[in-house]
Nanobody, 119 residues
Framework: QVQLVESGGGLVQAGGSLRLSCAAS?????MGWFRQAPRKEREVVAA????????FYTDSVKGRFTISRDNAKNTVYLQMNSLKPEDTAVYYC???????????????WGQGTQVTVSS
């Protein structure tokens, strides 16, 4: 059974930073981070190809968030800087593949981790 295990969420003040990690039991998959705020639809935040050579960011996080991966550890990271209250959401790790260049329709989801940014 495929597992995606997120960690690193928490409470931070506006302007602060957090780093999310997602350890996967699969390799060579495109990985991504989605988020869902209360009363809002789930949205993609960032994605990275199976090789790490292609990345995608939603406009609202460009310049603030960085997605990366360590394929030796089957782990993807989301470094979040200059956090804003509107970044508050449950963040989900997702995987699609194998050999995918991006995330369109995830095959697997993590359980989610809460990120709360106070003003």
């Amino acid at each position: 059974q495929v597992q995606l295990v997120e960690s690193g969420g928490g409470l931070v003040q506006a302007g602060g930073s957090l780093r999310l990690s997602c350890a996967a039991s699969v390799s060579n998959y495109a990985m991504g981070w989605f988020r869902q705020a209360p009363r809002k639809e789930r949205e993609v935040v960032a994605a990275i190809s199976w090789s790490g050579g292609i990345t995608f960011y939603t406009d609202s996080v460009k310049g603030r968030f960085t997605i990366s991966r360590d394929n030796a550890k089957n782990t993807v990271y989301l470094q979040m800087n200059s956090l804003k209250p509107e970044d508050t959401a449950v963040y989900y790790c997702a995987a699609e593949g194998p050999w995918s260049q991006t995330i369109v329709t995830p095959d697997y989801w993590g359980q989610g981790t809460q990120v709360t940014v106070s003003s």
